[in-house]
């Protein structure tokens, strides 16, 4: 079984099923990988950045490319997590801004109407 981790503050990594995309394995593992398009690859927001084991993910197909590259998210390391399957030992880093609370998050706290 295929090893995954997930560099973040939390440090979540663990066995999992060949042929399963890096979002579906984020969800095994119970790590919060942001997919605003449910898996469709029609965003970047489950982009992660491969720091070991890029030959262990599946090839990049034309969709994905298309969306990196309509990105400027052009460099190799650079893969969609709900594209890219694992084959094998994989080590990704989910960039920075993609952990800071969304400003719609914070803006939905209500007020509660004065008596």
């Known amino acids: 079984m295929p090893r995954v981790t997930f560099i973040h503050p ?9 042929d399963l995309s890096l979002l579906e394995v984020a969800q095994q593992l119970g790590f919060p990988l942001n997919n605003d398009c ?4 029609s ?9 070991a ?13 298309d969306l990196l590259d309509r990105e400027a998210l052009t460099e190799p390391y650079r893969r969609l997590g709900c594209q890219a399957r ?13 952990w800071e609370k969304s400003s719609s998050d914070q803006s939905q706290e209500v007020e509660s109407p004065s008596q």
């Open 86 to 98: 694992v084959l094998g030992d994989v080590i990704v880093q989910v960039p920075e801004e993609k």
């Open 38 to 41: 449910g898996g469709n690859a």
């Open 10 to 18: 939390e440090g979540t990594s663990g066995d999992v099923a060949a």
């Open 43 to 51: 965003c970047t927001t489950c982009r992660v950045d491969v720091v």
């Open 53 to 65: 084991g890029l030959g262990n993910l599946s090839d990049i197909d034309f969709d994905e490319q």
